[in-house]
């Protein structure tokens, strides 16, 4: 193709109403001169009206207008093109929004129609007359039965409506009459309230305004790709990242179909969870995943183990939870249980619905339910059915039954359903995914605390530290094995931002301190639960402003705060909820909140965050810098080239202020490492821009070591050609804390034959032992260069 050779992205988050495809042209002469070789946008297809996402498609065969329409994604194209950058897509192939049903042409004509609408098999839809709904379409928007009582007939348009408040919904030609009731029963939808049980499509995990589709139908796998197969007829893009596929009835066959579509030089990557110790399958026709492994791995060496005891007897001091291994792989089979038989219960029902159809026996329903929730709860992985799993699924039915035996003949039915390959093996599939997603990291990641920092997305609280063998073990797996999949720190969707995770990992070295600030502040200022207190005392830590206005002067820091917090304890779901509110606990939240922020606590945690400040810093410069130039496609998520305080989405996906990144630019003489963030795009563009300019010298990969009294504290490794020796040393400092006190001393470092130069200081070097920190007297990492 002749397209720009990929070496880094940038994510960037679009919105109709303040960041535009115009906005993104706008920055691109930012980002060419950051050293990013191409823009990463959020997806970009006509979304919901007023979506600050845009994962809530409507219309799949349209740029969004908001985001500035097919001529927007062309000028940007094309500027990129004229500086030798590309363009990656973000698509969304398992669902589409369907809030406002009128936005959706083919939702639409499905409600106006049913099954004779031409669309009615491109949503994976229940129709079978055993549904619970009588065999019409379920729509969960009801408060209550007796809700069907306030329908009326909205009849101030161009054709008559049944409305439910807000909402509306088409009545189908001949149907219209008087009485509203009576329309609604004439109609191929059944209104039913929320908590009903009965949702008559696959949603994506519980969310009702998104609606399954049916990408293993070649019809309409080509109408929902039609538009993205224009952009790559017309050379506009050069990569696609995949969102979700694990939702998809075939993840496998469908990205064959894709890879087929956009050729095998483009890139693409997937949105794939992987379990603890799960592999990705090489099978797929895909660069690797977006990155949240490579995540995993970065946060981890830079935490101290030594760190887990004290903290784990923190966390049974203030919460009596452990939080190890022993007590999260007891948890995460509960609340996967309470999930399959709460929220997702009617796509478990569906389930077992469809093993009963297919089982040659004669099975009792609940029985079958109760068995299937069982191995449900007991996978430890999204989806069993990728190649390197095989055999999963039965050593998982087989503990099962092993534990339970009386469930030995109702899980029969289950086995034989998924040798059969049909319709309940799909749905097993998908069900699994569904319940991991809203257990985990929607949950149990929400309801223990002993280190929060760990509860991220494909992350493993259990364990704390990561040594640097295993480290360089898994860093140059994936140089040789997935050498183009993405490298990330920061997404739309990480609980908290890189920055944040970094600052709370350093409670690892030094976790008696820790213990004994949060005694303190209990005693001052007592959370109104101990769980949520030990979660958020943590949080706050990681965000807390330091070197510049008290936390109550900042702008918008109250109310970021107690939004999260909001967000969190509903989340957990052990107090409060989405949908059962207890208003008076939620008072109680946000008053000590304010009480912590204006009062004397407020000031002891603006203390202690000051003070240990650097190290967060330290760490935080330590992972970039290794994942901006380790093996794979680094993507810097927008903003993060400073420091950055996010929390979970929304609050990740606030707008950026380019103006102040632009004048960062100007002042990048050796920044110092202070709380301005400067040091941090000093090291950013750095790096991105020597990736880009000799992308060839980062294909080997070679782990490097220090020898002396500090030796442990460094992690580094050498990149290179695969025909020469390495050319690139990338270095970090680690444990800072235990460093402060006993320094570098004798700790040295033996540069290979050359001359090398400390890109970061200028800094030349010849080969032989050097002492460490002369590496280090500047900057807590090094990015050494040989010179030609």
């Known amino acids: 193709m002749g397209n720009p050779t990929i070496t880094a992205t940038y994510r960037l988050q679009l919105r109709g109403d303040a960041f535009t495809l115009t906005d993104a042209l706008a920055v691109a002469d930012y980002l060419d001169d950051l050293g990013v070789s191409h823009v990463y946008l959020s997806p970009i297809l006509t979304a919901s009206e007023g979506s600050t996402h845009g994962y809530d498609v409507t219309d799949v065969t349209t740029v969004s207008p908001a985001l500035g329409g097919r001529d927007g994604l062309k000028a940007l194209s094309g500027e990129l093109r004229r500086r030798g950058m590309g363009l990656v897509v973000d698509l969304v192939p398992n669902h589409v929004g369907v809030a406002n049903p009128r936005e959706n042409a083919w939702w639409w004509d499905v409600l106006t129609h049913g099954q004779r609408s031409e669309y009615a098999d491109f949503f994976d839809i229940d129709w079978r007359a055993d549904n619970g709904a009588g065999g019409k379409l379920a729509l969960p928007v009801l408060g209550s039965e007796t809700d069907l009582d306030s329908l009326t007939v909205d009849r101030t348009g161009d054709e008559p409506l049944l409305a439910f408040y807000e909402h509306r919904f088409p009545i189908a030609p001949g149907t219209d009459s008087e009485d509203a009731r009576s329309v609604h029963e004439a109609q191929s939808y059944r209104l039913v309230p929320w908590n009903s049980g009965l949702i008559g499509y696959r949603r994506f995990f519980a969310v009702s305004d998104l609606a399954g589709i049916r990408q293993e139908d070649p019809r309409v796998f080509d109408a929902s790709h039609r538009e993205l197969q224009s952009w790559i007829t017309d050379d506009l893009v050069d990569g696609v990242r995949i969102d979700h596929p694990d939702g998809l009835a075939d993840p496998a066959g469908y990205l064959d179909r894709l890879r087929t579509m956009i050729g095998p030089d483009r890139w693409l990557v997937i949105e794939k969870i992987l379990g603890h110790e799960e592999p990705l399958d090489d099978h797929l026709p895909i660069d690797g995943t977006t990155g949240y492994d490579a995540l995993a791995e970065l946060g981890g060496v830079f935490l101290d183990p030594s760190g887990a005891p004290a903290l784990t007897a923190l966390s049974v001091a203030r919460t009596g939870d452990r939080g190890d291994s022993t007590w999260l792989h007891q948890r995460e089979p509960e609340i996967k249980r309470e999930v399959a038989s709460t929220m997702l219960a009617p796509e478990v029902l569906r389930l077992v619905r469809a093993i009963l159809r297919e089982a040659d026996g004669d099975y009792a329903f609940e029985d079958v339910r109760e068995a299937v929730i069982a191995v449900i709860a007991a996978m430890p992985v999204y989806r069993s059915d990728y190649s390197p799993l095989a055999g999963l699924a039965h050593r998982v039915i087989g503990d099962v039954v092993a534990h339970e035996p009386k469930r030995a003949e109702p899980l029969a039915a289950l086995a034989s359903a998924l040798i059969r390959g049909g319709e309940a093996a799909t749905r097993f599939h998908q069900v699994c995914g569904a319940v991991m997603a809203k257990s985990v ?348």
Request: one cysteine or more.
């Open 441 to 788: 990291e929607d949950c149990l990641f929400y309801r223990t605390a002993r280190l929060v920092s760990l509860q991220e997305v494909g992350g493993d609280p259990a364990t704390v530290g990561m040594s640097p063998a295993e480290f360089h073990l898994a860093f140059a797996g994936r140089a040789t094995r997935w050498p183009k999949a993405m490298t990330t720190l920061s997404t739309h969707d990480t609980k908290r931002g890189e920055d944040v995770r970094a600052r709370i990992g350093v409670l690892s070295q030094v976790p008696g301190l820790w213990a004994e600030c949060v005694d303190q502040w209990e005693h001052i200022a007592p959370s109104p639960d101990p769980v949520l207190g030990l979660f958020l005392w943590q949080n706050l830590f990681g965000v807390w402003p330091v070197d510049g206005p008290a936390a109550a002067e900042v702008p918008d820091f109250r109310d970021r705060i107690h939004a999260y917090a909001e967000k969190a304890v509903r989340e957990a779901g052990t107090r409060t909820s989405w949908n059962d509110v207890d208003e008076e606990f939620e008072r109680d939240l946000h008053r000590w909140l304010d009480t912590v922020i204006d009062g004397a606590v407020g000031k002891a945690l603006g203390s202690i965050c000051t003070q240990l400040a650097p190290h967060g810093w330290s760490d935080a410069l330590g992972q970039k810098l290794l994942q901006l130039c380790g093996p794979g496609i680094p993507d810097v998520y927008q903003g993060t080239e400073l420091w950055e305080d996010s929390l979970v989405d929304p609050d990740n996906r606030r707008l950026v202020d380019y103006d102040i990144r632009r004048r960062a630019l100007d002042g990048l003489a050796l920044p110092p490492v202070d709380a301005t963030g400067a040091a941090k795009f000093h090291v950013v563009r750095t790096a991105l821009r020597l990736r880009r300019t000799r992308p060839e010298s980062f294909g080997t990969y070679t782990p490097v070591f220090a020898s002396g009294s500090a030796a442990a504290h460094l992690v580094g490794f050498a990149r290179g050609r695969s025909d020469a020796a390495p050319d690139v040393i990338a270095l970090a400092t680690r444990h800072s804390v235990g460093l402060d006190e006993q320094g570098w001393g004798d700790t040295g470092f033996r540069l290979p034959e050359g001359t090398w130069t400390n890109l970061l200081t200028t800094e030349d070097f010849d080969a032989g032992l050097i002492p460490v920190s002369s590496l280090f007297d500047r900057y807590p990492v090094a990015l050494l260069s040989r010179r030609e």
